[in-house]
């Protein structure tokens, strides 16, 4: 290091001595300018996990790379959101310990949890058992700020104590979540444009709470079929607006 | 101009610099392994059983209001409602040419019976079968606390979803016996078919 400071006065003169250098110079200044504007932060875009591939030791995932819904909308309004476990991710019931608000929930890459372990049935898991949907989180730890929206035209068929459902035009069900149901800007009967607001995220599970986030699942023919590169593709969709 | 070793150093430092830069303002792509695969997803429609559907049990169409009734009218398969007034009364009805709804409520649960004609397929993706509507068949399943039940019946799918206001301790979703007992209950509306 020591050598290299004592070179400074050389190099600097090295750098105004010819026409190339200083050319060269300028350059590498011009680089660390530019950094320094957008903000010396490498810029992390959206990247994601493939399907299939859980949190380590959350179960057998299913490795399906088809679209279900081409053209769907992404069900929260705003990006960035996070899609990953619950369970199994930082603060959750097997995931690391620390607070569900922890940064590495709200980060990418996004991670698949159809078919994660669950004790009920999933006929479309590989153990027959799962997760039958996607969770995502939204943007920030916020409760009751980030809406969701519908993700196809349809009809608003069903509000329990924490689930509203979409009946979708494509002839899929779309169920969302936790929303705040005190909050909700939909009711059961109401038909709904694609990206029409539905409801707030929350951690609403009747009497029980769960942590902030939207779990959002797909349902054609009896059977809850992978949501994660339908969410995929609707979200590159959404970045791209 | 003759190069010597601080050429050759500060170019490659200058040269350094401008990787990094790039690399700063490229879009990270690291961990997107998976390419969407637009698979052929055909939405396929089956087609109703009317004279096996027939042979169901009726329900009491008197227990639905004319407006129920009005939105029921739409679905062109077999309407399979449970034989519950109370359920009924509170049901807000939803319709489409090939599905339908029953979203009801009842203190501390609620119930919702759905059936469709449309599911979608993708060839070489293999679907587990239903059952068919038949007591001993008939599996309950449960997804977030909700209790769940699928079935297939005169070329329709059947859906019975009952959630609870208090998930992990009321009987209504907790036990098997309350959407079993729904499900065994089911009578069909004459209101879109005689």
Same mark, same amino acid.
């Given at each position: 290091m020591s050598i290299f400071i004592s070179r400074i006065p050389d190099l600097l003169r090295l750098c105004a001595s010819t026409l190339a250098t200083r050319i060269a110079f300028l350059g590498l200044i011009g680089c660390f300018v530019s950094l320094i504007i957008t903000g010396c932060q490498p810029k992390v875009s959206f990247n994601y996990k493939p399907p299939g591939e859980l949190e380590p030791d959350s179960g057998?995932?299913?490795?399906?790379?088809t679209v279900y819904l081409g053209g769907m909308r992404f069900p929260l309004e705003q990006s960035p959101s996070y899609a990953n476990s619950q369970v199994y991710g930082v603060g959750g019931l097997h995931g690391p310990a620390g607070s569900q608000c922890d940064e590495r929930n709200y980060s990418y890459p996004w991670k698949d949890n159809y078919c994660e372990t669950r004790t009920w049935d999933m006929p479309m898991c590989p153990s027959g058992k799962g997760h039958q949907g996607q969770d995502i989180r939204p943007l920030d730890c916020t409760d009751s700020v980030h809406w969701v929206v519908a993700v196809e035209d349809g009809t608003i068929t069903h509000i329990g104590s924490y689930s509203v459902y979409l009946q979708g035009s494509s002839g899929i069900r779309h169920r969302y979540l936790h929303l705040n149901h005190d909050q909700l800007a939909v009711s059961a009967g109401q =038909?709904?444009?694609?990206? =029409?607001?539905?409801?707030?995220?929350?951690?609403?599970?009747?009497s029980v709470q769960t942590t902030i986030h939207l779990h959002f699942d797909m349902y054609s023919g009896g059977l809850y079929i992978p949501t994660y590169m339908s969410l995929v593709e609707a979200y590159k969709d959404l970045l791209d607006q | 101009m003759k190069l010597n070793h601080y050429h050759i150093t500060f170019t490659f430092a200058w040269v350094l610099g401008c990787i990094f830069f790039l690399l700063s303002c490229r879009e990270a792509e690291t961990g997107q392994a998976a390419i969407a695969q637009q698979n052929q997803v055909i939405i396929q429609q089956s087609t109703v059983n009317w004279e096996a559907a027939q042979q169901h049990a009726l329900f009491n169409d008197s227990q639905?209001?004319?407006?129920?009734?009005?939105?029921?009218?739409?679905?062109?398969?077999?309407?399979?409602?449970?034989?519950?007034?109370?359920?009924?009364?509170?049901?807000?009805?939803?319709?489409?040419?090939?599905?339908?709804?029953?979203?009801m409520k009842h203190e501390g649960f609620s119930v919702v019976v759905s059936g469709s004609t449309r599911r979608v397929t993708v060839p070489g993706v293999e679907v587990p079968n239903l059952p068919e509507y038949r007591k001993q068949d008939l599996r309950v399943t449960r997804a977030e606390g909700i209790a769940e039940l699928a079935f297939t019946a005169y070329g329709a799918i059947y859906t019975i979803s009952v959630e609870c206001e208090d998930p992990e301790n009321d009987k209504h979703c907790k036990n098997e016996s309350y959407i079993l007992e729904l499900a065994n209950k089911l009578l069909r509306s004459k209101v879109n078919h005689d």
């Open positions: 057998q995932g299913r490795v399906d790379y =038909q709904v444009q694609k990206g =029409q607001r539905i409801g707030l995220v929350s951690n609403n599970m009747g | 639905l209001s004319k407006q129920q009734a009005q939105v029921l009218k739409i679905a062109t398969l077999p309407l399979l409602l449970p034989n519950e007034p109370e359920l009924i009364a509170t049901g807000i009805m939803s319709a489409g040419e090939d599905w339908y709804a029953a979203s």
